[in-house]
């Protein structure tokens, strides 16, 4: 473009462009002048290339996205270089940046007006941890200062404390109320008085930031392992031995009918052969047992929805941007409105995390009929030694959810 025939636009291209050359700002300001006054009107002869040349469309896109993730590439190296850098010269860094400041106050002042006016919350949140920081790391002095500033305030107005008082009195009372009532508690129950050990607000954010740090990280699988060994108790990992040493010395008794502790009627014959009667019983017994599994591995596999949507939120969220954008980008060629980026980020995750759900819910349903199937078609008395002794509910259907 160039600029209107009353400024002496040149007619012709050749001119044109020779003009353009030669008149580069004045030709930007046209273009810009001309790009607002026409929005349609370009939206439109944009729309309408597209649609003539798909390929091509498709072939520019995708030459943005490996610009645009190269220039990230190379932001993410410069970053690193950078705090690398940083790191390694803190010194050198620190006094180059006390010169500047020194040197430049009013471009200090400017850069960080700027920046409090395009990240207002980031600002804020940063002057409020950089304040926390200075106070932890200077704690024995802050606490100096404010001690200096509570007893002045209270040289000024000695009663201070007592309108206070006053002014609360239902709540304190309230509360004196019910440090006694936990004092007569304890004394009652036989345990000693609460003992409150009181520590700085700085030591309690250290501490929670190291409590914080040691719970978040990654355990290994032998540190899993040991973990899991403290919680459980060596009598119940034994548990299925002892009932099955139990049941085959029952078995080989040679006495008339009796009824175990957990209700499980057993016959004893010298050959060791049961009535049909009990093999029902332990059919029904055992398929009971097997659908309360079933029911908790579900809910326990639900109840892992929002550990598996984290995880699929970091390895794919990004991914998943890039062709939200993407597919944004064809349907506005397209005439249609673009995705909204974080809705269609949860919508897609939520479908990737249904469909590992759904598979681990089918494997476990498969898995759970077959032994249904073994366990109705069992009969032989000695495969069954090892079962834990569970009498099924009174009224209860066993089969019910299995067949």
């Not at 850069?111 to 940063?126: D, G, I, M, T, W």
């Not at 941890?129 to 305030?153: K, L, M, N, P, V």
Request: proline content about 5%.
């Amino acid at each position: 473009m160039c600029p209107t025939e009353n400024a002496g636009e040149p007619r012709n291209s050749r001119s044109r462009l020779t003009w353009n050359q030669k008149n580069p700002e004045a030709a930007a300001e046209y273009r810009r002048r001309y790009r607002e006054a026409h929005p349609e009107e370009i939206a439109a002869l944009h729309r309408a290339w597209r649609e003539r040349n798909p390929e091509r469309t498709r072939e520019l896109n995708r030459e943005s996205a490996r610009r645009q993730a190269h220039r990230r590439r190379q932001r993410l190296k410069r970053n690193a270089h950078s705090r690398q850098w940083y790191a390694e010269n803190r010194d050198i860094a620190v006094e180059r940046s006390r010169r500047f400041r020194a040197e430049h106050p009013e471009k200090v002042r400017e850069y960080q007006r700027r920046y409090k006016e395009r990240h207002p919350q980031r600002s804020r949140n940063q002057s409020r941890t950089g304040a926390q920081r200075y106070r932890d790391a200077h704690a024995d002095e802050t606490r100096e200062r404010q001690r200096s500033a509570a007893a002045a305030r209270r040289s000024q107005n000695p009663d201070a404390f007592k309108q206070w008082y006053e002014k609360n009195i239902e709540e304190q009372r309230a509360r004196g109320r019910e440090a006694s009532k936990l004092r007569s508690r304890l004394k009652r129950l036989g345990l000693p008085p609460r003992r409150i050990h009181r520590v700085y607000a700085n030591e309690r954010r250290a501490h929670d930031a190291a409590a914080g740090q040691y719970f978040a990280r990654r355990r290994t699988v032998a540190e899993r392992g040991a973990i899991a060994a403290e919680g459980v108790d060596e009598r119940r990992l034994n548990l299925p031995q002892i009932v099955a040493v139990r049941r085959r010395v029952v078995l080989r008794m040679q006495s008339t009918p009796l009824e175990t502790a957990e209700g499980d009627p057993l016959v004893g014959d010298p050959d060791g052969t049961l009535p049909p009667e009990v093999f029902q019983w332990r059919r029904a017994r055992d398929l009971h047992a097997l659908k309360e599994s079933h029911e908790r591995l579900v809910e326990k596999i639900n109840a892992e929805r929002p550990q598996i949507f984290a995880h699929h939120r970091g390895r794919r969220e990004a991914r998943l941007r890039e062709e939200i954008r993407m597919d944004s980008i064809a349907r506005t060629a397209r005439g249609l409105p673009a995705y909204e980026m974080d809705a269609e980020v949860k919508a897609r995750l939520d479908d990737e995390v249904s469909s590992v759900i759904n598979r681990r819910l089918t494997a476990l349903r498969d898995h759970t009929v077959e032994r249904a199937k073994a366990i109705a078609q069992r009969r032989d008395a000695e495969r069954d030694a090892a079962a834990p002794h569970r009498a099924p509910a009174v009224g209860s259907d066993p089969y019910r959810g299995i067949r």
